[in-house]
């Protein structure tokens, strides 16, 4: 048996009038992975902000190693050993120093470091922690350069390199592709071998699959589930956490309908080739592949933010040449872009308003803005793709970050567009919510192409008419999604093992 | 859960308290100050501030700050006072000419904020200098007035039109004869033309968003350099009818006077941060915050408080102000600001 390291016991804690959570009793032992699963707005985070130092819980008591435990705030949890990835990833990172000082911050801020700082050494130490991370780049360049995957991993790096004694990691793998996540979970292993106790929250059954020892499932405010007899039973955790059974998806494939959007001979990078594509009327094409397959770039593309090497695009026939997001935007093509943190939310601005805001034209009278059009309409998609929030005037950063997620998808639905690319679109959002989300996509599918940019296969699987791989930025295969061959899928995603270039 | 109502009232409403509680100390205290003629001298005194302070107002809802506007209302200023006395100009060529100067200058903050990247505090700091040097140059230094004697020799013949004097210096009879002056219509006028465009129309909403994530603004769709541009046009043409009030109330080119504008207008629309618990820039709180500096100064006044107190209470205000914004705020859970 092995030692409880971290014990919580009848946790209350509530916003205002919120109750959120509702006395959380949980266990985390050495050597061991307690996986959480949640329903986005199930109080994950939450528990998770209480346990490091963020939140004071209302009521009930932790323990940590024996002794009682009370965090003042973060400083003081991360010294007793408690370590965090935050679920919000500019939580983790600086993102005007350089990737050196981000990986280093630690040794600047303990007690008793120099008054002076050596760079030199600073970015040898550096970078001998992001080998450790498998970390590729520079460690000179600012963070705020690099994309949420790099961000993430920096974050995560920083966490590992403190010797913790329970280690926290909420959504570590929401923006990392199969590779990275998979290099994370060798270092998760290498720790719970040398005894740390791991809570690991995450929506991927993949990553489930993959690392839990154990399975923690919360409804509402509350432990509804515990999981810990091998074989895990998956499907258990799931149901105990959505609070009912899943439901399937049937997807009968959309074919035969009129052409939108063509695009021709579109070249993303110099040395690739050129890429044939045409979405019709009705579809949902998934577009998949690993990070850095050139998904983004195509999104980018087509929603006229960056301008492709060679090659042409028609919109409903006609010559599509979009300068800018606003060009594309008026021309009915939509995006809702990956990390939402960076390129969608508005913090200022509260549901209603963050979810109308491409809109605003058609929620005005004459001049003036109407404040009722405006709610109405979100209230309306609040209830469609199921938000867990208390109205529509609550600041978007109230909400849990599945639910954010839901209403930058939610704003791109209110009206009807020509095109909609979603990048990533189900960062975040639980199993149960992304079928609910997919569902409502493909039943107002009609009168647009749809297209879905998503790493997971998974989440290809659940909503596309068509899958398209890609891999460096180039077609690797289409499928009709039906009775898909999965083995060959996989082996496009990842491409030629060793590709004759490199090897020779 | 009773803390926390209590918490938000006092952000709320707990300037707006404080506010009536000076007027009613300074009404019991000071004989004279709860009269028509005192309320009105108060809101003389911050018209021009507050005008100026509307377009502080705008640039900082996208992000930004306009340093330049106090150098833009002297420059306006100076160039009715040289197109009246020297060129000899029109009332209305002269406000027109004003206008587009400050119109202009914006134009130039703007292109120079959003097409060069320069960061908007050193491309407005630079453009003040410019203006402070530039508006001397005509004159070799020297203040205009009719009469005086220009470099070339001779004597400068043009008089302050009287309808242009009549912007400064008019007064509508209200409840009294000659009360109200035409400065504080202009100010109640351009008031509450800003507050409807930034609170209640659709561009006005873009221009908050771009101020709290503007690479999120620019994803949906928005010309956020235009906006951009848009906001220091609107500082600085509000800054040119600064500037026009204030060469109408003086009647001359004064090289000195104006130089508080800044500082007391910037102030302005900081402690507007406060005003209803907004924390962030607004109309609204910015009306509010000039016409408080403006009580505060003429109550003072009145009970015989030396001048030279003046910016400390200022400076003790805009502190209180700021604190009542940030630290109270920060400590409810944030809801929506707009
Ligand atoms: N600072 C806050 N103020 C008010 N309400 C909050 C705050 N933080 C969280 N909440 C509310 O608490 C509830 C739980 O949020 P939490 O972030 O813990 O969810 P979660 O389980 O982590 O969900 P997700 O899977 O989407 O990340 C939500 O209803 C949210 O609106
Ligand atoms: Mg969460």
Redesign the interface.
Known sequence: MSQTICEVRGVEKS???NRVLRGIDLSMCAGEVTVLMGANGAGKSTLVKVLCGVHSADEGELVLAGNPYTPVDAADAISQGVVTVHQSIDDGVIPDLDVATNLMLDKLTAPGAGLFVNDRKLRAEARKVAEAMGLTMNVRQLVSELDVADRQMIAIARALARSPKLLILDEPTSSLSATEAERLFALIDRLRSAGVAILYISHRMSDIRRIADRIVSMRDGSISGLFDTQPLDYEGAVTSMLGHAMTDVDITPETNSAPILCLKAIKLREDSPPIDLVANDGEVIAVTGLLGSGKSQLAEVIFG?SRPIAGKMKLDGGSYQPA???S???AGVF?S?KDRA??????????A??MT??F??S??RY???SDRKQRRASEEMIGNIGIVCQSN??????LSGGNQQKVMIA?WLLKPGRVLLLDEPFQGVDIGARRDIGRHIRATAKGRATIVFVAEIDEALEIADRIIVLNEAAIAGEHINQNIDLAKLVAEVSGPSLSPALAG | MNNERILNLAIRYGFLVLLAGIVMYFSLAAEGFASPRSAVFVLQSVAITGILALGVTSTLVVDGFDLSIGSVATSSLMLSAYSMVILEYSAFVTVLLCLTMGALVGLVNGLLIVKMRVPDLLATLGMMFLLIGLQRIPTQGNSIATGMRLPDGSIAEGTFAAEFLWIGRHRFDMFIEKLFPMPVVVFLLVAVAVWLFLGFTRHGRLMYAIGSNQRAAELVGTNVSRYKVLAYMISGVLASVGGILLAARLGRGDIASGNNLLLDSVAAALIGFAVLGAARPNAFGTAIGALFVGILLQGLTMMNAPYYTQDFVKGAVLVAALVFTFYLSSRRSSAGRH
């Open positions: 916003f205002g009038s933010l800018n997001a606003k594309a935007v008026s995006m872009p960076s390129n969608a939310v508005i913090p200022d601005f509260d549901i308003n963050n805001l491409p605003l034209g929620f005005s001049y003036k803005l005037r609550d600041g978007i950063g109230t704003r």
